[in-house]
Each structure stands twice: as C-alpha cells, then as structure tokens.
C-alpha cells in the first residue's frame, strides 16, 4: 500500500531543470500520482517551505533513504522535539534484537522551545546503545549538515521529532579522545556555536556611516608625508587625460594661425580643431581664382570641385546614409535648385546633376535668355541627361515645401538681375517655401541677398559674410599652395582629411 512508505526518507531527482530533492514522505495520492515530502531539501539546501509536491511525471529518478521500521510511529514526549541531543523528554526509541532497548537519557523540559546546544554540548551528552545497533556513517552526516544550515534552528520549525527515529539513527558516543585535544572531522567543520548567530538582518547604512572616510585618507597621507613612503610621483596630481584624436607623444608647439592674408582680416573664422581661418576681400579672391586658372585650374574643373563639395553638404543636410538608402526609395528628398544666368548659376547647376546622380528629385529653376554663358550651356547639357527636372517659370515650382532649396541666384556683378520681375518672384516664393536655404558662394552685401541663408558655402577662402548668410562652410576646390603665395598668401590646409568643414565665427 502506499501508505506503507509514509515517513521514509527519500531523494527524489527531477532532471536538470528542478534538480534533486530529499525529504521524509507525508503524503502519497494514487489518484492524483503525487507525492509530498515535509521538511525538504532542494540540491543540498534546506527550502523555504515546509513542504513540496512532486507530480509523477516530473520524477526521474527515486531512491528510498530509509525505510521507518515498527515502533517510527510511536510518539514521545513533545512532538516538537529536534533530533539528536536537543533538550527534551525522555523517550523509548524501540526495542533491540536482543531485547533490550535504548534510552535517550534527557532532562525533561515543560518550558517554550530552546537554542540547540554547542556541539560539545551534543557530544557530551550520556547515550545508551546496544552493541549490535550502529549509526550510518552517510545518516551521520546529513544530519550534520542539516544542522550547519539551519540558522535558527528552533524546535518550533522541526518536523522531525524524536519518536519518528529508527532504532538505528542515533548518534553513537564518540570515544578515542585523548584529554580532549582531538576533534573529529565534523567538529572542526561544524563546530561553530550557531546560538551566537542573530536574527535580525545587518545594519550596512548605520556601519557605513561609523566610517569617516575622509579622516582615514587624511590619516594615511599624513602617515606618507612623516615616513616619505609616497609613491613616485604627487598624489594629488591628476593624470593627464587624452582624446582619442590626441598624440600622446610630446610633439612641437602647434601654431594655429597658419595661414596669413596680406592684409588685415575684417573677419576671421575658426575649425573645430583651432585653425584660424581669416577672410579675403573679394578683390583678392578673384585675383586668387584668375591666377588658378592661369596655372590650369580652368573653369570647367573648378565648377566640377565646387558641384561636387557642395552635393556632398547637400547630401548630409537631407540625411545622409540614413535617408539616402536602397531601403528607403518612398521618402525620396527632393531640392529645388534656383540658378541665375552667370557663373554662379552653372556651378548650382554643376551640384543639381551630381544630386540627381544621388537618386535626389532636382529642380532646377533657370530663367530663359537669348544668349547663355558656354559654361552655362555645358553643364545644362550634362544635366538634361539626368532624371532632374528643368522649369523656367515660379508657376512650375512645387507648391508644397521642398527639402532643401539651394541658391545661386545672387553674384558679386550683375546687381540688374535682382530688379528683373523673374527675380522678385522667385524670391518671393523661396521666402514661403519654408524649406531651409543652402547658398553657395554669396556675395559680401547683405542687402543683395534676396534669401535668407540657414547655410553658405564659401570657395577656398572665406569672404567676410555677414549673419544673413547663416552658418559658413568651407570647401577645398583644389587651388595649389604655390598659387596661393604668388597672391601673397601664406597658406596651409585646413581641411585635414575632408573636403568640407565648417568655420564658427571668433
């Protein structure tokens, strides 16, 4: 029957996931195919509850610890008693095979529930066995580590009593000690009085704040200070921390004005890395150009390098890698593009085509003349063989707000062209647009800019611009550093590693 393995120990493993579990069985249910265990112990440690229940299907594996012989179910004394050597009543555990039986000689106590004694205490103690009765070894030291993990160990959480032992399970009286200096392997690991451990949880606010903290260091640098035990170098100096752009070899002194105008700056900008960038005058920046193109750096290649650097600009305002992708063809930016008739027009329409190239939606304004500048001519041919799309009308411009709107329709010649009507009207329409404005290459007087800037893109050297003219970049169109000293500039690259950066005003 299954009531017959009621109050076995048993140890019951449920695989990896649950682990193993023993206990002493208090409860078997056929129907149901469960069983209980009281006082369990889960991997070695004693659980939280009082009880587990093990459906049949989680078990793979049971062992049968001890089986309870016939006089287990006796009951003795106070049911509340812990095993081995706990204060308690006296009481007869079953008879021997000879007929004789063994008696735990206790003192019998009626008060509320005691500490567990010293293991000196349990050692001490007068235990009376037959000689054909003997404790297992394995029994001896589960109870042992019971007793180590139970921190409290009241008999008030036992369930364990005294009467529920088998004749066979109890501590036998150690003997071979020699003037009490030798102790057995259990008492040197488990010897510890666990009356002494309390129950209420450590205070680590309240011993924390014992701590003066600063007092000690000032104790220990005092300490140092008297002895000359420092380490090399001052304490109190802090290392030095590096950037991870920054050498941290020792290097010469850096300049940062390399580059020297002939005359005095009326505005000087800066990089992000310190340089100074002073600005020219637009005498001194045509002459720099005429001079270029005097050495090769034709027209054609400067309308390439400025076309380029400013789509790269415009490709990071629209977003960059995080707009412009394969995966998002449905939010195509598009850039409407206002050109004049001159030289600042073509390089507008030199930066239309590169963005088209990009998968960028272009339009391009461009007012009809009789006659247009060959430069003009070229790169209008080049971008007709894109997918931009040309309009000479403010009618054909889009209604709704653009992307980005780029300007190149002011010049430094030619002030007639902003009192045409073609003129007013596409200002006009760039001021509602909303979009934010990119101008590239604007001229010096605010007042003949028509278009308030976010962004201006300065050639080579910046021109003294004003606050109309928004945040100032610059690029690098490719002018040798030779070509810059025949005008009289002392001339250093700025750029570093890119060909557009941007300046802040000092």
Known sequence: MATDWLGSIVSINCGESLGVYQGRVSAVDQVSQTISLTRPFHNGVKCLVPEVTFRAGDITELKILEIPGPGDSRQCGDLQQTEMGIPGVGCQVGPSQNGTGKVLKKPISSSAPQNIPRRTDIKNQDIIISPQQQCSKSYMDRHVETLSQSKGFRRRHNSWSSSSRHPNQVTPKKSGLKNGQMKSKDDECFGDDIDEIPD???????????????AVFEEIETYERRSGTRSRGTPNEKPARYRHDENILESEPIVYRRIVVPQNANKEFCTDSGLVVPSVSYELHKKLLSVAEKHGLTLERRLEMTGVCASQMALSLLGGPNRLNPKNVHQRPTVALLCGPHVKGA????CGRHLSNHD??????????????????????????????QVSSVRDLPDTPVDLVI??????????????PWYKAVVDWANQNRAPVLSIDPPINEMEQGIDAKWSLALGLPLPLGERAGRVYLCDIGIPQKVFQEVGINYHSPFGCKFVIPLHST
Request: charged share 20%.
């Open 200 to 214: 209420t949880d450590f205070d680590f606010e309240g011993n924390l704040a014992l701590f003066d903290k600063a």
């Open 347 to 350: 390089q507008g329409i030199s």
């Open 360 to 389: 960028v939606h272009v339009i391009l304004f461009l007012p009809n003349f009789v006659k247009m500048l060959e430069s003009i001519t070229n790169e209008l041919n080049l971008f007709s063989k894109t997918q931009g799309q």
């Open 407 to 420: 300007n190149c329709l002011d010049c430094h010649e030619n002030a007639f062209l902003r009192d045409q």
